[in-house]
């Protein structure tokens, strides 16, 4: 920044030097100028006076009149006073001569006549000149002799200015071109000689600029050690000084190295203690905190493994864990309990061992189960006989699962048992009840019906038209009544579970022509049109007979039941595909529908949605049969469902009903149960 | 009383105004009948009179229906002669064990007219 300051400021000191030079100049040679013109003009007015001396010597005799031409151009020409000039008189009037004014000085003669009359006049010089249009009109008037004052001839000599100053532009541009010349001369010893001289200084600027930056091998330039005068003793002294502190330089840097190394080492050996202490610490207050959380870990999963521990040995259900080999690592106290045997008695005893609780069930149950846990590895649940250690039979409800580790292997067998033999107990005691229960009304309906048959066979007697009437109510009734302990039969078995499913290959047409044999004689007297439509011919499906036919025989005898006489009833099988739907229904399986039809009183469509509750009859089934139970299409339901089948149905009242029953077509599943429904 | 047809059933039956009906019903159709109203005696009265067919029940005192039968499947003769167990129980249960000792028929006494009864036990016996 100072550079451009010091630049800058040189410049203006040049500009400041240069116009007062170039002023100097000009009015140097507008001096001149003036000085040469001076002279010129005097120069012309001293010829042009001595010619009119010389006239006016000459001047004898006055002219009669001025105006006469003739006489000045005769008085002239002798005289050769006419090159160049001419001859005016006091009016201007051109009186001689003057004929190459306008071509050579661009003559204006208004001008001229202002300008003549301006400065001559009777009483003002005689001799001078005016300058117009850059030419001099130089005038010399001449008296004449007589007695005519106000005449006065005056003759002018006009001359260019420039004629008169072609002295001085010869010597000006002289002068110039060799003031130029000199100039530049100057300008280029000047230059080189500053340039030598910035030189000299510019290297020793350099020279000085590298020992700052520590570079003492720059070589002193010859020219600046050998420079004349100072600069040369300057740059000579520089150079020894500068040797000197390089050695210097040199010396204490080296030590400043050895110095700093032995300090970098010690400190460094002293970092390094420092970050071994600092990682050690780090180390341990790590190992610390690993410590504490295994602690505080180890506390919780204690605390945690206490509570299962608590829970289990808390829980009412015999719980027992087993080895992957079965032999047994715990049991809570309500195996104890519920088995019988101690804790210490079973430790180390496989599960199956018959010394322990003894199973009273068949090898292949035990065959079973193993292979679900072990084989199969997945959870086992069954129902159990089993005996305690006093030798007390008792039921349980067994739950027995594997427990897989890594790699899905078997670590443990967890066994859950709950002491069921008082459900069972209860259950069987229902069942029989109802058994019971069912076997003593049947006992006198099953009298009443073969008496009311052999009085109407005529056996005691013959019987009157009015007798066979009131006798043949009691037999509607006493049907009633059989069917009704049937249904209630069912319905008990139903709401206990009780019922057994038995599955075989079931040809599905015999069922239900079983069936309408049942119902021919309703069939033959209301002239019903019955139909039979079956996918395929004689198709069997793995199933239980006997819940087939309670299925159909509902379902038909109802069809029967509620349609006039001159309907029809008809029974329809159907094979859909799995994802299939039919009629609004969609099947995962494939799956058999059957169709239950008829063109009966239909269900009216507030009540549809109550038709399958327990002894429900809608209203319009009430009027064509008001002695049915309503029970009949609950064990339907509940049948079906049971087995993992469907029931559904479509009516419109007044025109008719359509039941559809649907089962997986793979079958019915078998059911453990102890009694079959009532047929 | 003489058989018209040929035929002697035995009915064992402890509940007397059953066992009545069904004699009578099966006399008008021509049948020999004889009664007993327990299994004890019913065995005994099988093996010594031989009948054609016997109609059992099942729930007797003394020695039910299935105990009976059981004692006579084990009989020379006793292991061939058909036998319809009637009963009012209404579960086959029995049944699956009846037909290890082979059953004819199992039938449900509320179920079957007596009709319809005769007629079945005439199937059978092909009269």
Same mark, same amino acid.
């Given at each position: 920044?100072?550079?451009?300051?010091?630049?800058?400021?040189?410049?203006?000191?040049?500009?400041?030097?240069?116009?007062?030079?170039?002023?100097?100049?000009?009015?140097?040679?507008?001096?001149? @100028?003036?000085?040469? #013109?001076?002279?010129?003009?005097?120069?012309?007015?001293?010829?042009?006076?001595?010619?009119?001396?010389?006239?006016?010597?000459?001047?004898?005799?006055?002219?009669?009149?001025?105006?006469?031409?003739?006489?000045?151009?005769?008085?002239?020409?002798?005289?050769?006073?006419?090159?160049?000039?001419?001859?005016?008189?006091?009016? /201007?009037?051109?009186?001689?001569?003057?004929?190459?004014?306008?071509?050579?000085?661009?003559?204006?003669?208004?001008?001229?006549?202002?300008?003549?009359? @301006?400065?001559?006049?009777?009483?003002?010089?005689?001799?001078?000149?005016?300058?117009?249009?850059?030419?001099?009109?130089?005038?010399?008037?001449?008296? %004449?002799?007589?007695?005519?004052?106000?005449?006065?001839?005056?003759?002018?000599?006009?001359?260019?200015?420039?004629?008169?100053?072609?002295?001085?532009?010869?010597?000006?541009?002289?002068?110039?071109?060799?003031?130029?010349?000199?100039?530049? #001369?100057?300008?280029?010893?000047?230059?080189?000689?500053?340039?030598?001289?910035?030189?000299?200084?510019?290297?020793?600027?350099?020279?000085?600029?590298?020992?700052?930056?520590?570079?003492?091998?720059?070589?002193?330039?010859?020219?600046?050690?050998?420079?004349?005068?100072?600069?040369? !003793?300057?740059?000579?002294?520089?150079?020894?000084?500068?040797?000197?502190?390089?050695?210097?330089?040199?010396?204490?840097?080296?030590?400043?190295?050895?110095?700093?190394?032995?300090?970098?080492?010690?400190?460094?050996?002293?970092?390094?203690?420092?970050?071994?202490?600092?990682?050690?610490?780090?180390?341990?207050?790590?190992?610390?905190?690993?410590?504490?959380?295994?602690?505080?870990?180890?506390?919780?999963?204690?605390?945690?493994?206490?509570?299962?521990?608590?829970?289990?040995?808390?829980?009412?259900?015999?719980?027992?864990?087993?080895?992957?080999?079965?032999?047994?690592?715990?049991?809570?106290?309500?195996?104890?309990?519920?088995?019988?045997?101690?804790?210490?008695?079973? @430790?180390?005893?496989?599960?199956?061992?018959?010394?322990?609780?003894?199973?009273?069930?068949?090898?292949?149950?035990?065959?079973?189960?193993?292979?679900?846990?072990?084989?199969?590895?997945?959870?086992?649940?069954?129902?159990?006989?089993?005996?305690?250690?006093?030798?007390?039979?008792?039921?349980?409800?067994?739950?027995?699962?594997?427990?897989?580790?890594? /790699?899905?292997?078997?670590?443990?067998?967890?066994?859950?048992?709950?002491?069921?033999?008082?459900?069972?107990?209860?259950?069987?005691?229902?069942?029989?009840?109802?058994?019971?229960?069912?076997?003593?009304? @049947?006992?006198?309906?099953?009298?009443?019906?073969?008496?009311?048959?052999?009085?109407? /066979?005529?056996?005691?007697?013959?019987?009157?038209?009015?007798?066979?009437?009131?006798?043949?109510?009691?037999? !509607?009734?006493?049907?009633?009544?059989?069917?009704?302990?049937?249904?209630?039969?069912? %319905?008990?078995?139903?709401?206990?579970?009780?019922?057994?499913?038995?599955?075989?290959?079931?040809?599905?047409?015999?069922?239900?022509?079983?069936?309408?044999?049942?119902?021919?004689?309703?069939?033959?007297?209301?002239?019903?049109?019955?139909?039979?439509?079956?996918?395929?011919?004689?198709?069997?499906?793995?199933?239980?007979?006997?819940?087939?036919?309670?299925?159909?025989?509902?379902?038909?005898?109802?069809? %029967?039941?509620?349609?006039?006489?001159?309907?029809?009833?008809?029974?329809?099988?159907?094979?859909?595909?799995?994802?299939?739907?039919?009629?609004?229904?969609?099947?995962?399986?494939?799956? !058999?529908?059957?169709?239950?039809?008829?063109?009966?009183?239909?269900?009216?469509?507030?009540?549809?949605?109550?038709?399958?509750?327990? #002894?429900?009859?809608?209203?319009?089934?009430?009027?064509?049969?008001?002695?049915?139970?309503?029970?009949?299409?609950?064990?339907?339901?509940?049948? %079906?469902?049971?087995?993992?089948?469907?029931?559904?149905?479509?009516?419109?009242?007044?025109?008719?009903?359509?039941?559809?029953?649907?089962?997986?077509?793979?079958?019915?599943?078998?059911?453990?149960?102890?009694?079959?429904?009532?047929? | 009383?003489?058989?018209?047809?040929?035929?002697?059933?035995?009915?064992?039956?402890?509940?007397?105004?059953?066992?009545?009906?069904?004699?009578?019903?099966?006399?008008?159709?021509?049948?020999?009948?004889?009664?007993?109203?327990?299994?004890?005696?019913?065995?005994?009265?099988?093996?010594?009179?031989?009948?054609?067919?016997?109609?059992?029940?099942?729930?007797?005192?003394?020695?039910?229906?299935?105990?009976?039968?059981?004692?006579?499947?084990?009989?020379?003769?006793?292991?061939?002669?058909?036998?319809?167990?009637?009963?009012?129980?209404?579960?086959?249960?029995?049944?699956?064990?009846?037909?290890?000792?082979?059953?004819?028929?199992?039938?449900?006494?509320?179920?079957?007219?007596?009709?319809?009864?005769?007629?079945?036990?005439?199937?059978?016996?092909?009269?």
């Amino acid at each position: 920044m100072l550079n451009t300051f010091r630049r800058r400021l040189s410049l203006l000191v040049i500009l400041m030097a240069i116009v007062p030079v170039c002023v100097l100049i000009f009015f140097v040679f507008t001096s001149m @100028r003036n000085t040469f #013109l001076d002279q010129q003009r005097n120069s012309v007015l001293l010829s042009l006076s001595r010619d009119v001396n010389f006239f006016e010597q000459d001047f004898k005799q006055t002219p009669s009149d001025f105006s006469d031409q003739s006489f000045w151009s005769e008085y002239f020409v002798k005289n050769d006073l006419v090159s160049g000039r001419f001859l005016v008189n006091e009016n /201007g009037s051109v009186l001689f001569g003057g004929d190459h004014l306008v071509q050579d000085f661009s003559f204006d003669k208004n001008f001229f006549l202002t300008d003549f009359s @301006r400065h001559i006049s009777v009483d003002s010089s005689y001799i001078g000149f005016f300058e117009r249009d850059n030419v001099h009109y130089f005038f010399h008037r001449i008296f %004449v002799p007589g007695d005519i004052p106000e005449s006065f001839v005056v003759v002018f000599e006009p001359v260019l200015t420039s004629d008169l100053l072609t002295g001085y532009y010869s010597l000006r541009n002289t002068l110039l071109s060799g003031g130029a010349l000199l100039l530049v #001369l100057l300008f280029i010893i000047g230059f080189l000689f500053f340039r030598r001289l910035s030189e000299h200084a510019v290297s020793f600027v350099e020279l000085i600029r590298s020992v700052e930056n520590g570079d003492y091998s720059q070589p002193v330039p010859a020219f600046l050690l050998s420079a004349p005068g100072d600069f040369g !003793v300057l740059a000579r002294a520089f150079q020894s000084m500068r040797d000197k502190l390089h050695l210097a330089h040199d010396s204490l840097r080296s030590d400043v190295d050895r110095k700093t190394r032995a300090l970098q080492m010690s400190l460094e050996h002293a970092r390094q203690d420092n970050h071994a202490l600092s990682v050690s610490r780090t180390a341990l207050a790590t190992a610390l905190e690993d410590v504490r959380e295994e602690r505080d870990r180890s506390k919780m999963l204690l605390q945690e493994s206490q509570k299962f521990r608590m829970a289990v040995d808390a829980a009412s259900d015999h719980i027992v864990i087993a080895d992957a080999d079965s032999v047994i690592l715990y049991a809570n106290p309500a195996a104890e309990r519920i088995t019988g045997f101690l804790f210490e008695e079973m @430790r180390g005893k496989k599960m199956e061992d018959s010394s322990l609780w003894d199973g009273l069930m068949e090898d292949s149950f035990y065959e079973d189960l193993w292979k679900t846990v072990r084989d199969r590895k997945e959870a086992f649940v069954a129902e159990v006989r089993n005996r305690r250690k006093n030798g007390e039979e008792y039921y349980s409800a067994v739950s027995i699962s594997p427990v897989l580790g890594d /790699g899905g292997k078997i670590v443990f067998f967890v066994s859950v048992e709950r002491d069921i033999t008082e459900q069972k107990m209860i259950d069987q005691s229902k069942t029989e009840f109802m058994s019971l229960a069912s076997h003593q009304l @049947r006992t006198p309906l099953s009298t009443v019906r073969w008496y009311l048959e052999l009085i109407l /066979g005529g056996d005691a007697g013959r019987v009157t038209k009015q007798q066979k009437m009131y006798l043949e109510e009691l037999v !509607v009734a006493n049907h009633r009544m059989i069917e009704l302990v049937g249904a209630l039969l069912n %319905v008990s078995r139903l709401e206990l579970g009780t019922f057994r499913v038995d599955p075989q290959s079931v040809v599905v047409p015999d069922v239900v022509r079983d069936v309408f044999r049942e119902l021919r004689s309703e069939i033959v007297m209301k002239k019903l049109v019955v139909e039979e439509q079956y996918h395929a011919k004689n198709f069997a499906m793995l199933a239980d007979r006997n819940l087939f036919h309670v299925v159909f025989q509902n379902l038909l005898s109802n069809a %029967v039941k509620y349609t006039p006489v001159d309907g029809s009833v008809s029974f329809a099988s159907e094979f859909v595909s799995s994802h299939k739907s039919l009629r609004g229904q969609k099947f995962d399986v494939d799956t !058999v529908v059957f169709s239950v039809t008829d063109t009966g009183c239909g269900i009216p469509s507030d009540q549809q949605d109550r038709v399958f509750s327990k #002894l429900f009859r809608a209203d319009n089934a009430r009027s064509v049969d008001p002695d049915g139970n309503g029970l009949g299409l609950y064990v339907v339901k509940s049948v %079906v469902e049971s087995v993992g089948g469907r029931i559904w149905f479509e009516s419109i009242e007044g025109k008719g009903a359509t039941f559809y029953v649907s089962f997986a077509s793979s079958g019915m599943k078998s059911r453990d149960g102890s009694r079959d429904l009532v047929v | 009383m003489k058989s018209s047809n040929g035929h002697t059933i035995l009915v064992v039956e402890d509940e007397d105004s059953l066992s009545q009906a069904v004699s009578m019903r099966l006399s008008s159709s021509g049948f020999r009948v004889l009664r007993q109203s327990n299994g004890h005696e019913g065995l005994a009265c099988a093996l010594k009179e031989r009948p054609d067919l016997i109609l059992l029940d099942i729930v007797m005192p003394v020695m039910d229906g299935m105990e009976m039968l059981s004692a006579l499947r084990k009989d020379e003769w006793g292991k061939d002669v058909p036998v319809i167990l009637l009963s009012n129980l209404s579960d086959p249960s029995y049944a699956a064990g009846a037909i290890e000792f082979g059953v004819f028929d199992f039938l449900v006494k509320s179920d079957w007219s007596l009709d319809d009864l005769c007629r079945k036990i005439c199937q059978h016996l092909g009269c």
